[in-house]
Structures are given as C-alpha cells and as structure tokens.
C-alpha cells in the first residue's frame, strides 16, 4: 500500500489485482468533501465512450487533477479486442505531458468469481485512498450487473449516440432514470440531435426537474470543454438517488449469497433436483454458520 502511495504503479496493479482476486478488501474512506470521487461512464457499446473519456481526461488533467480509470467490458477477456481499442482511444496515456496524471485499468470481469460491482467498487476506493483525485468507471450500459457497475459511483453519466430509430433504449435498461447527466456524442452525425430531444422528452415525462442532455462530438472535440467543466460539478439528480441505493443495496446482497459457504453445495442441489429454489434460498439466507 505504502508503495502504491508513493506512486509505484507496479504495486498499485498488484493491490488492484488481489482485490479482483477476492484476496484483499478495502472498506470505503473517509469523505469530508460533498464533490464527487467516483464517476461512472456508461453507454451502449460503440457510442463513443472511450473517445469521449479521452477528451475528458485532457480537460481535467489540464485542471490539474490525477485521475484514474477503470474500464469494465465484460464482453472481452483481458487481451481481448475491445479492451485493446480503449487502450488506444486513451491517447492521453502516451502524452508526456499528461501520462503521469491519469491511470487506465481494465477489470477483467470474467476473472472475479464474486460480485463484479463490489470487485469495482473496492477498486475505486483503492484508488483513492492511495491518492488519486477522482476515479472514472468506464462501463458497457448493457445488463444488470453493468447498471450495478455504474451504481457503484457518485455520479453517472449517460452515454448516448444519434437515434436508430429503436427508441430510448437506456429507458428500457433502467438507465435513464440513474442518470445525473446524459451526453449524446457523435453530435457531427446525423440524428444526434434528435435523439437528444427524444431523451429530453422521456426524461421529463412526469418529473419536473430533470438531468441535463449535452450535444458533443468526441471525434471532433466540439462542446467537449463545456461538458468537461459542467460534469466536475454536476449534482447528483434527487431521483437518480433512490434508484443507485436500491442498486448498491441488491449488490450488497448479492454478495452475501455468492459467499455463503454453501452456494455453490446448494447449486449442485437445485440442478440434481434434489432441492427447491425457496429451500436453497432459505438456507443461503440463514448466512453461514
Ligand atoms: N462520427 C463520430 N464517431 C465517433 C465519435 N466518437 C467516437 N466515434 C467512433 O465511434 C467508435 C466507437 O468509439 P469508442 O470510444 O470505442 O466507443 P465505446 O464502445 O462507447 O467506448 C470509434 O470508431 C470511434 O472513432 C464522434 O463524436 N463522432
Ligand atoms: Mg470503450
């Protein structure tokens, strides 16, 4: 710990790496500050989120912050494409001037045989206590425990492309309504625009106050300075509240049932036939003994 504090990178991958193996634990620190830490990024796949990352982490390296992140891509192992591609969307870790205030991790989701949003969740409290500024969660809006990734965070933001004609698909995924803030990249396509109002529309159906929705083009840098300075002091919205406790809650659940001593005894159990779904979950729920 003492190393990774110091700035030794090596020994920070090796703490990030325990706590994805299950082998180490870090209780949430201490807060004095109403900012927010830790914030998460989330979108479907291909909308731009890495693209955009970059551009953030110039802006807020140029602030003067140190920021960490954290890419969540359960669709790729560690080597795989994916991963490789975010790695060189983050242009900002090969720039010299910049490279020494930002660090990029992958989390490779596959690996953790627990709770892969308390697995984050621990790794952004690492990050923090060993002295970065702010941790960014760079996570695929796509299932539930992707949602549960980001409701990890602070802060969420939304990361939406130009319309498909499909609808809003993240009203759908239950993402709408975690959001602080929504950004619809891409903005030099066709249908950005509109899928912006389409957004400010389902956001303000029956809620008077709503988060906003910022127009960007990551590729093209356009609105990318406003959005990189709104989003430092972007408020958590009232609504988006309840819905990440209830998250954080059914994680925390989670995570009691996935380590109950027994788990994996009473899987067997419900696949031989031999025991209920009510009778498995009842004995996981009379924790270990
Ligand atoms: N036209 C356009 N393409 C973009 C923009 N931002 C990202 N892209 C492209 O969208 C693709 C996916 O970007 P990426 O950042 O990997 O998306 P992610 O999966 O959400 O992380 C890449 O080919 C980018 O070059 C943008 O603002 N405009
Ligand atoms: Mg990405």
Redesign the pocket.
């Known amino acids: 710990m003492d190393a990774a504090k110091a700035g030794d990178r090596r020994a920070l991958a090796r703490l990030l790496s325990a706590i994805e193996n299950g082998e180490l634990h870090i209780q949430e620190p201490q807060r004095n500050d109403s900012d927010w830490k830790i914030l998460a990024l989330t979108?479907?796949?291909?909308?731009?989120?890495?693209?955009?990352?970059?551009r953030l982490l110039h802006e807020w390296v140029d602030h003067g912050l140190r920021i960490a992140v954290l890419a969540v891509d359960p669709s790729s192992p560690r080597s795989g494409g994916?991963l490789l591609?975010?790695r060189v969307?983050m242009q900002v870790v090969d720039d010299v001037e910049r490279k020494d205030s930002v660090y990029v991790r992958s989390v490779a989701t596959r690996k953790t045989s627990g709770s892969v949003p308390l697995v984050v969740r621990e790794m952004a409290f690492c990050l923090l206590d060993v002295g970065w500024d702010k941790v960014v969660i760079?996570t695929?809006g796509a299932g539930q425990s992707e949602v549960r990734c980001a409701a990890v965070a602070d802060r969420i933001v939304l990361?939406e492309g130009p319309a498909r004609g499909d609808g809003v698909q993240a009203e759908k995924a239950g993402l709408l309504e975690l959001a602080d803030a929504v950004i619809v990249?891409?903005?030099?396509?066709d249908g950005a625009q509109r899928h912006a109002d389409e957004l400010r529309e389902s956001l303000h159906l029956g809620h008077e106050e709503a988060p906003e929705v910022h127009l960007?083009?990551?590729?093209?840098g356009?609105g990318i300075a406003d959005v990189a300075s709104t989003l430092l002091s972007v408020e958590q919205s009232t609504r988006a509240g309840r819905a990440r406790w209830r998250e954080r809650l059914l994680s925390h659940h989670e995570r009691q049932l996935l380590q109950h001593i027994k788990f994996e005894l009473l899987l067997s159990k419900i696949e031989e036939g031999l025991m209920s779904f009510d009778e498995a979950y009842a004995e996981l729920r009379n924790g270990n003994e």
Do not use: I, Q, Y
């Not at 990249?185 to 396509?189: A, F, H, Q």
């Not at 960007?216 to 093209?220: E, F, P």
């Open positions: 979108g479907p796949p291909g909308v731009g989120k890495s693209c955009l990352l970059d994916a591609g975010d969307r760079e695929v990361v990249n891409k903005s030099d396509l960007v083009s990551a590729l093209h356009t």
